[in-house]
């Protein structure tokens, strides 16, 4: 038997065992192809020396990823933003409160360093005011806020974001600046007069400047971020927001009509 006669054996040969051989539609195991090469490497070698499976065939012998089941390939997943997507799956309410006390610590903290002189000391009580109603209220309210509203209104096009912008602008607005404010005034002592003169006197005033910074805000949240990922879109916004509502909340109390 001459080479090129050889040649055309070997390639029938190995076409029928191929075919025959397939597990799984055609999914064989590296292992099993290793082993495989090994031997069909052996038995050219004896006959043919210089000739291996290979070259016979000239078919590359490569190692079958997760694309051979029609999976994605892994890819190793690291880094803080991996981590907080990570943290919001796991324990949805717990983490967005924690970026909400966060982003409201921060946001109080600039908005002492830009309104008091350089002699006065940092109102850290003020700040944990401030953390606190992020942590328990607002990180808690805005989970269930936006997966509602989701629910309700599930579609993301033009008129349905102009829906939502609505809705925060009517529901979630004035409900959420009444109790800061009025949440804040009682742990600062304030009673319950005190607290409704300081609403006639700072909500007006909060609303309007809320019109004009939030549409905006609100807009890129419902039109281009994810559900579980536009708290984090609206805390982020909230922080120029927040510098402004602290300034509002640490104003002396209103005086009686």
């Known amino acids: 038997m001459n080479a ?33 090469l090994q031997l069909s490497n052996a038995f050219f070698s004896r ?40 943290m919001i799956k796991a324990r949805p309410i717990l983490t967005k409160s924690v970026t909400s006390a966060l982003i409201y610590t921060a946001a109080d903290l600039t908005s002492q360093t830009i309104t008091r002189s350089s002699s006065e000391p940092y109102d850290f ?12 209220i607002l990180g808690p309210t805005l989970h269930f806020w936006f997966n509602f509203i989701s ?3 599930p579609r993301q096009d033009l ?12 529901i979630l607005g004035p409900i959420m600046n009444a109790l800061f ?12 007069q005190e607290i409704i003169a300081r609403l006639k006197r700072d909500m ?15 807009f890129i ?8 990922l536009q708290p984090l879109a609206n805390n982020s916004f909230a922080y120029v927001w927040t510098i402004y509502i602290t300034y509002m909340a640490s104003l002396s109390k209103a005086g009686p009509n």
């Open 151 to 153: 629910r309700v209104l």
């Open 181 to 192: 404010f009025s949440v804040n005034a009682a742990l600062q002592g304030e009673n319950v």
């Open 47 to 86: 006959y043919h020396p210089r000739t291996t499976i290979g070259t016979v065939f000239s078919v590359p012998v490569r190692r079958f990823s997760s694309k051979a089941n029609g999976t994605k390939p892994s890819v190793t997943n690291s880094g803080p933003i991996w981590w907080y997507l990570s």
């Open 125 to 136: 009580i003020r700040t944990c005011r401030m953390a606190g109603f992020g942590m328990v």
């Open 221 to 228: 949240t419902f039109r281009a971020i994810p559900v579980h």
């Open 4 to 36: 090129t006669t050889f040649h055309k054996f070997g390639i029938k040969a190995y076409n029928h065992i191929r075919m025959r051989c397939s597990i799984s539609n055609s999914i064989i195991h590296t292992t099993h192809a290793d082993h495989k």
């Open 204 to 218: 007006l005033p909060t609303m309007m400047s809320n019109a004009i910074y939030w549409p905006l805000c609100d």
């Open 159 to 170: 008129v349905t974001t102009f829906k939502k912008m609505l809705m925060g602008q009517t």
